[in-house]
C-alpha cells in the first residue's frame, strides 16, 4: 500500500507567503518525518512527530499530525528562496521500525 | 552538527561489476540503514542493520546485494553484477535507537550503470 502521499505534488509561492502541504498514510505510525532534498542532494531532517503528538514546531515549521485521519501537514511560515526544495514525508509503521516509507514529494519553488 | 558521511559521491560502473558504496554513520548511533532514490521515483528502503545483523530487508535486497560493518565506524554497501536498473542514488542512514529516533541521511551516492 502506498504510505505517506504529499499533496500537493508543486507549489509556487513568492517570498514571505507561507507554505503548506499536506501528507496521507495508510497505516498505524510510530512517527512521522518530514525532510527536504534540494535537487541531487541528500535528505535533510525538518521534523520528527511521533504519533501521541498532535502539532511540533521547529523554527518556521509547523507540524501537525492527525492519526484519526492518517493525516500530517507541514507549513512553512515566510518562506525564503532558500526554502525552494522537494518535501517528504516518511512513516514509521507500527509493525516496522525504522523502515521508513517516503511519499512522492511536495515540490515547493519560493521566487524572490 | 554529526553528519552521515557517504563515499562516492559519484560512480560510473559497467554492467555486472561489483560496486562497494561506503558510509561513515553517526558516532553514537546503533541503527544503520540503506536507501535508494531512482531518478524521478520514491525514496525506498533497502536494508536496516543493527548489531551486525539485517534486522530487516525490502524485496528489493536481493541476493545481488550484501551490507557489512567491517569495523566500528564503517557501513558498506556492495552490489554484486550490477545491472542498469541499479542506476539511482544510494542513501545511508543512521539513528541513534530503534523507536521514536530520528533517521538522519547522508549526502548519498550517485551510481550509474553504463
Known amino acids: 500500500s502506498q504510505q505517506g502521499e504529499e499533496d500537493p505534488q508543486a507549489l509556487s509561492i513568492q517570498e514571505g507567503e507561507n507554505a503548506t502541504m499536506n501528507c496521507s498514510y495508510k497505516?498505524?505510525?510510530?512517527?512521522l518525518q518530514w525532510y527536504r532534498q534540494n535537487s541531487g542532494r541528500g535528505l535533510v531532517h525538518l521534523i520528527l512527530?511521533?504519533?501521541?503528538?498532535r502539532e511540533k514546531h521547529s523554527g518556521r515549521l509547523r507540524v501537525t499530525l492527525d492519526t484519526s485521519k492518517k493525516s500530517s501537514s507541514l507549513l512553512i511560515t515566510a518562506s525564503r528562496a532558500a526554502d525552494t526544495a522537494s518535501y517528504f514525508c516518511?512513516?514509521?509503521?507500527?509493525?516496522?521500525?525504522?523502515?521508513?516509507?517516503f511519499g512522492a514529494g511536495t515540490q515547493v519553488v519560493v521566487t524572490p | 552538527e554529526p553528519e552521515v558521511t557517504q563515499t562516492p559521491s559519484h560512480q560510473v560502473t559497467q554492467m555486472g561489476q561489483e560496486v562497494i558504496l561506503r558510509c561513515v554513520p553517526i558516532?553514537?548511533?546503533?541503527?544503520f540503514y540503506w536507501y535508494r532514490q531512482i531518478l524521478g521515483q520514491k525514496v525506498e528502503f533497502l536494508v536496516s542493520?543493527?548489531?551486525?545483523?539485517?534486522?530487516?530487508k525490502s524485496e528489493i535486497f536481493d541476493d545481488q546485494f550484501s551490507v557489512e560493518r567491517p569495523d566500528g565506524s564503517n557501513f558498506t554497501l556492495k552490489i554484486r553484477s550490477t545491472k542498469l536498473e541499479d542506476s539511482a542514488m544510494y542513501f545511508c542512514?543512521?539513528?541513534?535507537?530503534?523507536?521514536?529516533?530520528?533517521?538522519?541521511f547522508g549526502e548519498g551516492s550517485w551510481l550509474t550503470v553504463v
Open positions: 542512514a543512521s539513528s541513534r535507537g530503534r523507536s521514536g529516533n530520528t533517521i538522519y
Open positions: 497505516t498505524s505510525i510510530n512517527n
Open positions: 512527530i511521533r504519533s501521541n503528538e
Open positions: 516518511a512513516t514509521d509503521a507500527t509493525d516496522s521500525w525504522g523502515k521508513l516509507q
Open positions: 558516532s553514537n548511533h546503533l541503527y
Open positions: 542493520f543493527y548489531n551486525n545483523e539485517i534486522s530487516e
